[in-house]
């Protein structure tokens, strides 16, 4: 049910900058069912793990159903500690480990974007998660082990085009949550940063865009990789497909500048082999 956007004098330029974050973050990817004909922000998007299958949550502004009565406390929180309002944790199916990492004033733009759409009123559906992975409170347990929390911070000897690569990717695109495998907790394996996930969401496997020549992208340019996140061509004529197929419908709208500091960040990267026979 879609219902009138709410009133409201919010900076047209900081809604804007969100417009463009929320972009780079890909939000409406995850939080739009198209399968069934769903409206933007408004969830109900399956994914399929190990662990069971989730579904995303409505993001837009309706206050019943969605995040209209979100403080920007509580928005902060979900995207800084992986905390629902009502104190309970998010599963890291919600990307929050990356999350963590994106500044407050760019956090504040998204919201501000988000708020801005229009309010559709779609309850949450339940996730379909099996005892005992459905109990969120053992999720206090997995943050201590495996989470992380904080803004990004650049690295004061490199470049600016290598920090805002960095923050993109790390930040912002959260590209490490698809693109690294993960253990049998479903966190990702920080030594094998960005080198494949043979069991990336949905069971599909999900490239390793290290530097790695035989099994990643080290035979690429900066412009190969410019090439994919601006119309999805690869350097060997063919087009990418999938959910990067998605995510290239988000990096399409990054300004050139930021898909050059993704390219530069991503072949600074130690070149790691994807898991394999040839690679033991």
């Given amino acids: 049910m879609l219902l009138a956007a709410p009133a409201g004098a919010a900076d047209p330029d900081l809604i804007a900058r969100g417009a463009y974050l929320a972009a780079a973050a890909d939000c409406v990817a995850c939080h739009t069912d198209p399968a069934d004909g769903g409206r933007p922000y408004a969830g109900g998007r399956a994914l399929a793990t190990p662990f069971g299958t989730f579904y995303s949550p409505n993001i837009t502004p309706d206050p019943e159903t969605g995040i209209g009565r979100w403080s920007e406390a509580e928005f902060l929180r979900a995207l800084r500690e992986g ?10 199916v919600f990307p929050y480990p990356s999350f963590t990492k994106i500044t407050d004033d760019d956090a504040r733009a998204i919201k501000a974007y988000l708020f801005a759409q229009p309010p559709v009123r779609q309850s949450n559906r339940a996730h379909d998660v099996a005892f005992p992975f459905s109990w ?5 347990g997995w943050k201590l082990l495996f989470f992380n929390p904080g803004p990004f911070r650049p690295v004061p000897e490199r470049s600016e085009p290598y920090n805002r690569g960095a923050y993109l990717v790390t930040a912002l695109a959260h590209c490490g949550e698809c693109h690294t495998p993960r253990n049998w907790f479903g966190a990702t394996e920080p030594d094998r940063f960005l080198a494949g996930n043979p069991n990336g969401p949905d069971g599909k496997t999900v490239p390793n865009i290290t530097p790695d020549r035989k099994t990643g992208i080290g035979n690429w340019s900066e412009d190969d990789i410019i090439g994919v996140l601006a119309d999805g061509h690869t350097p060997d004529f063919d087009k990418v497909g999938g959910a990067m197929a998605e995510v290239v419908k988000s990096t399409s709208r990054l300004t050139d500048a930021d898909r050059q500091a993704i390219a530069l960040y991503l072949r600074s990267l130690p070149a790691i082999p994807s898991p394999g026979p040839a690679n033991k």
């Fill in 136 to 140: 969120r409170f053992l999720q206090n």
């Fill in 83 to 92: 905390v629902r309002p009502d104190g309970s944790n998010y599963f890291p």
